[in-house]
């Protein structure tokens, strides 16, 4: 019998605040990090899970306690019996009765859950010897529907309206495993949009993202309206009339400047505008969408759990879902996201960037389009030129579209030289002040 | 100048699961804890502020790293200006750029901003020689209302909006103080209620509840329906027809699960149900409402901000709002969380028990009857017998009503001796598994 032997936690932080890559009208000076765990055994099989949260510096270490407090619930115990049942794994991680208290479902403690779940899975697949989304692609309907925790759903979505939505999509699979495997997954950039970039460098990247193959950029926005007409406008001249603008608000609208600030961007034929206010405010993005119509809301990758998705599907608040590797308790919820999505004809359109978001997140992408959805069409994947170097298997880039990674594993795993440099500690905290 | 010299934040348990004092349908053994925070400053004026989050037991190490993540944005600060303007200050610290990302403004840091926010309070409060609910009761309606963060609000509460609410009720606030002092603040109690006591002891606890003043209990439900009647029909046969009955199913139904459940109770008279289902559905709770009307929907104590009550108070999800006082951004969140209920005409009956939160919410409810609502009709707080003994000012009890306190501060101060008798190490950890 193989057992956990330890949670491996590390703080890792880049120093990107000096370069204002990822610098949008909320978040001014991101230092991209990683809360990062390895899930060590004693099998002696060579493998090891690796995942990680996601954040922009200050409170990793808050991010890194979170993780640590997981470790009471998973070391010891028998490796093969929590690998079999992933759903019941799930469970016994969000449904720990002390720990729920700390969300329940939000926040440090689920994200915490999110990468402790997102290692196992790079366990599993490793084990499997198959990247993530064609080992998730190879389950049985059944064992899929398995995997989601439905209480607080079935309002929405049935057990029996999952299994509905899977089987129907199975005949299909082994055809789109092909098709992917060919030309891959598209993808959109926001490298050129960030908010701190010169004009000079606004266009400049934008144009290297139409001769990269890109179909859509997108453009930070939310800052001061006329600065964001004059951006927005260079960049439509810079890529012209064929290539995709979505805008991205970063949470930072009420309603009725939400609505009012959109229709002076109208005229730039917008694909989508993202985060237009607070991500937890179901009523006010229902409203903005009404407003803005039929410019879609493109929202999800601040929303907490599957209980807020399903609530945003509902009230037809989002109509692009930006479902997040690092956000929510990992895999498992982001299965029950894309069920959902799939059940109200919602495109899914993952945020990625940061650090090693996009290695993430395609595998869920692929997974949909090959059994759940059955599509890609109106579904673009976030890529970001960022950090990508510091990745055992970084993404690679093809025409502007992902291609389907065939390495095992769940695509998280950060080279151990990246990891042993970037390791923080808090006298490197006291120079960055 | 003074300045903060440190935030001193410590790990507390008490070992309340060897009771089953606490026990319901989904925290099954919690022990009850505090992340404690000690605001230590040079001012040498003997003050201290004190402040927590409660917990009930694993994680309350992440909840205490999550109030050290905050020493960067308070320690060295000048003291007069922070406490000064608590709008500014309170808004550094929801709005730190970095730390957001961990919520944004939900779960452990949310919570970890919160216990700060409150020890600020509680410093202020006794450098003015004043408890907080008549400190809040002395401001001027323009310096509450400059207390509260508007935005993500104003499509439900504007600035304005909450000025008229203030100065319609400022007329009366002498006499109510005076009404306040004398005769105190209606309560109920959860002491019969919780799932594991035995038949004789929720009737003798029921009896004990009515003898002591008492006009409301409150029974946790959710665990066998067949049981939660036998249950309920024993307290009603204990305290009679007069007395009102709370249910309480802590989160446990889905929206027909709830809708059905409640049914059956309905015959016992109940005077509210309380978290029916997932804190975050708004929606779900709205049919919940629907279909259980006219016994009214009672939610807040896991609701993570002020974006949240909103929505549930546009939605008419909720009947009776309960606020908590250690779940949001401490005093001034839960000012916008009042004004908002008295924006939309819903009592504000708050949750507390655990530990300290009986001494802390009291507060709050005295400034919504002076300042806020001017109205303590239909309006209780909750009371749960335990632990009190560990505080320097508990509460107290007359008759079924808390008396009005006179100590200055914010109430959350324990006694020295007890937090250093229920300091956490891992040892002790070790020996309760």
Redesign the interface.
């Known amino acids: 019998m193989s057992t956990i032997t330890a949670l491996d936690v590390s703080d890792i932080r880049f120093p990107t605040s000096t370069s204002l890559d990822g610098s949008d009208a ?6 991209y990090s990683a809360a990062y765990v390895r899930v060590v055994t004693d099998a002696n099989d060579g493998h090891e899970g690796h995942g990680f949260v996601f ?5 990793n ?3 890194v ?2 993780i ?2 997981l470790s ?1 619930i998973l070391v010891g115990r028998n490796l093969d019996e929590l690998l079999d049942d992933m759903g019941a794994t799930w469970r016994s991680l969000v449904w ?17 859950i999110g990468a402790v779940v997102n290692a196992l899975w790079d366990l599993k697949a490793k084990r499997a010897g198959l990247p993530l989304w064609q080992l998730l692609s190879r389950m049985s309907p059944e064992e899929i529907v398995d995997l989601v925790d439905f ?2 759903l ?2 929405a979505l049935t057990r029996d309206e999952a299994l509905d939505i899977l089987r129907s999509a199975a005949p299909g699979r082994s055809e789109r495993e092909r098709e992917l495997t060919a030309d891959g997954y598209p993808a959109y950039t926001t490298t050129p949009g960030w908010l701190g970039y010169s004009d000079e460098k606004l266009v400049r990247l934008a144009k290297e993202a139409v001769a990269d193959g890109f179909s859509m950029i997108k453009l930070k926005v939310g800052g001061d309206v006329d600065e964001d007409i004059r951006r927005v406008r260079l960049a439509r001249e810079a890529v012209g009339p064929d290539i995709r603008i979505g805008v991205d608000a970063n ?1 930072r609208w ?3 400047e939400a609505i009012e600030w959109v229709s002076r961007l109208a005229e730039f034929d917008v694909a989508w505008v993202e985060e237009p ?8 993005h229902a ?1 903005i969408a009404r407003g803005i119509h039929p410019i879609p809301v493109a929202t999800g990758e ?1 929303m ?2 599957r ?2 998705f ?2 945003f599907l ?2 037809d608040a989002l109509q692009v879902l930006q479902i997040d590797a690092s956000r929510v308790a990992g895999v498992n919820e982001n299965i029950a996201i894309l069920l959902l999505a799939a059940k109200f004809g919602v495109p899914v359109c993952p945020h990625a960037g940061g650090v090693g978001l996009c290695e993430a997140v395609q595998h869920l992408s692929m997974f949909d389009f090959v059994a759940v959805s059955g599509s890609r069409d109106g579904r673009v994947i976030e890529f970001v030129d960022h950090l990508h170097e510091h990745f055992v298997t970084p993404v690679e880039m093809r025409d502007g579209r992902y291609h389907a990674p065939t390495a095992p594993g769940n695509g998280m795993e950060m080279l151990a030289a990246s990891r042993a440099e970037y390791v923080f500690s808090e006298s490197d905290y006291i120079l960055s ?1």
Do not use: F
Not at 55 to 59: A, N, P, S
Not at 96 to 112: I, Y
């Open positions: 909320m978040n001014l000076d991101p230092d954040t922009i510096g200050r409170g270490d808050v991010q306690a979170g640590h407090a009471h720990d009765s002390q720990l729920r208290w700390l969300g329940p479902e939000k926040g440090v403690m689920h994200m915490a209480r607080y079935t309002d949470q009420g309603v009725d206010t607070n991500p937890d405010d179901i009523l006010a409203a601040h907490a759990n209980v807020m399903k609530q509902q009230a002040k």
